[in-house]
């Protein structure tokens, strides 16, 4: 784990031009292989319902059987990764965009018919050449992990090795649609009126990204004040933001830097890595903070803890501390004292951002609803591609290409970590409030609670049981819901 973690740190900071992984992988073979996962299976199998051993083996049992298709479908990976890296998406005779390029060529085109042109030339590019690739590579996920005999379908086996309610969190889902229908209608048309100058009937899902985009508010969020402000903060909340050293900021631009932002724990919890290439603005301040999340939960954990609960587990509690850092924008109080945006200015920032939450909370429901569709093979693969189109426009009104059934999809029902990790996030806010006031995160009392309550325990516990014992509640949407009224209303 040490090494491949250092591999991807060094190729994505640009110190190294490749990550070369596969002789890492060769060399310490037997940890991945199927003699490997037969004997924790073994394990798992003869450990005590409710008992340490059954939980310290499911997460490798988890881990296990995920290699096993990751091995299998490395050469269909490494396809996609050459293709996305070479393709072109031909807009006119004259005009061609790098594929990897275009979504943001998108979201900056001001001009809507241009933006539909670039979006039917990808669309078509994609059905024609990646949707296939990526068909492939989600059935032979399934006929993998169904051939390994652990539960009765792909499904099945996702629930026994993460633990996680999938029929449950569907119905969830389905609710929150419902209760938010109402809500979403009303405010839909005014931010693509005012943003896009459209009726919500002709925004299809490339309108999206331009409006998400839209850089009303950056000059709020100085690219100079980033750093030293949040690690003030956290300062005041009673944390070392560099853990005594053991994080590693890299927040300067470097040629060969990947743009996306990450944290690389090379040692847990010794030594970790937040690595930024700023962009400018406040999807920076908003990235720092959630990467910021993550590098003080590695950093935080207790030394002694087992391997599988430093580096394995249940990412939705990973998830939900990035997410609980990065919701700080969501904090009038926080706003007002950590950027430049005063108080009247914060209540209609937070008003975009309540509507730009509620747009991802139903769009990552709508999603976990279709892949959980595409994993069940309840359908046929060749009428998927309805399905996606209907749940996905129907939740957010951005009308969406059956192109994308294949290729807008996270693989082992991550957007169930993202959901739950949502959640987790709204009830440990929540917490902090009761516990140690509205403006929690300047409290000095406040950072000493977070890393021993839960930074302290790694990955140990699952979401849901994190939730009961910190704040004696089951994980829901009620909390989210609550925030973005409050931002909306
Ligand atoms: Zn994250």
């Known amino acids: ?7 991807y740190y060094l190729a994505h900071s640009g110190h190294k031009s490749t990550a070369e992984l596969q002789p890492i992988y060769a060399r310490h073979a037997a940890i991945l292989g199927p003699d490997a996962l037969a004997m924790v299976l073994e394990a798992f199998r003869a450990s005590s319902q409710g008992s340490e051993e059954q939980r310290s083996t499911r997460l490798l049992l988890d881990w296990l ?36 390029a275009v979504a943001i060529e998108i979201a900056n085109n001001t001009d809507r018919a241009e933006r539909h042109a670039i979006e039917a030339a990808r669309a078509s590019l994609v059905a024609r050449e990646l949707a296939p690739l990526r068909k492939e590579r989600f059935e032979r996920e399934r006929d993998i992990t169904e051939q390994l005999g652990l539960a009765s379908s792909y499904n099945a086996t996702f629930e026994l090795v993460s633990g996680i309610d999938l029929d449950g969190l569907k119905a969830e889902c389905e609710q929150f649609l419902q209760d938010t229908n109402d809500m979403w209608r009303d405010v839909v048309p005014e931010f693509t009126k005012r943003v896009l100058g459209m009726d919500p009937s002709q925004v299809i899902r490339a309108d999206a990204l331009a409006l998400f985009r839209a850089r009303d508010f950056d000059a709020y969020f100085p690219p100079e ?10 300062t005041e909340m009673g944390i070392d933001p560099l853990a005594s050293g053991r994080i590693t900021l890299d927040t300067s631009d470097r040629e060969g830097k990947r743009s996306r932002a990450f944290c690389s724990p090379v040692r847990v919890p010794d030594e970790v890595y937040l690595v930024l290439r700023p962009h400018g603005g406040q999807v920076d301040w908003t990235t720092f903070l959630h990467e910021l999340g993550h590098a003080l939960h590695f950093a ?12 394995l587990g249940d990412n939705s509690v990973t998830e939900g501390y990035a997410m609980l850092f990065d919701h700080l924008m969501e904090d009038a109080g926080w706003l007002t004292r950590y950027t430049s945006l005063d108080a009247a200015r914060a209540r209609t920032f937070l008003r975009s951002v309540g509507f730009s939450e509620l747009h991802y909370l139903r769009r990552y429901s709508a999603k976990l609803i279709y892949e959980i569709e595409l994993y069940a093979g309840r359908m046929r693969w060749d009428s998927l591609p309805d399905l996606y189109v209907e749940q996905l426009t129907s939740a957010t009104t951005f009308r969406y290409n059956r192109a994308d059934a294949f290729v807008d999809v996270d693989p082992h029902f991550y957007a169930a970590r993202y959901l739950r990790a949502w959640q987790l996030q709204a009830l440990l806010t929540e917490t902090l409030v009761e516990r140690f006031d509205a403006d929690w995160w300047r409290n000095p009392r406040a950072g000493p609670w977070i890393v021993e309550m839960l930074f302290g325990e790694g990955q140990r516990e699952l979401g849901h049981e994190q939730a009961q014992r910190v704040a004696q509640k089951p994980l829901s949407f009620a909390p989210l819901v609550r925030a973005v009224e409050r931002m909306l209303g």
């Open 300 to 311: 935080y954990m207790r030394p002694e803890l087992a391997m599988e609960y430093r580096w």
């Open 225 to 234: 004040r980033m750093e030293s402000s949040i690690r003030r903060q956290v």
């Open 1 to 7: 784990m040490q090494e491949i973690s250092r591999e």
């Open 65 to 100: 059987a995920e290699s096993q298709s990751a091995r299998e479908l490395a050469p269909v990976d490494e396809r996609q990764i050459a293709w996305e890296a070479s393709a072109v998406v031909r807009v006119s005779d004259t005009k061609a965009i790098p594929y990897e």
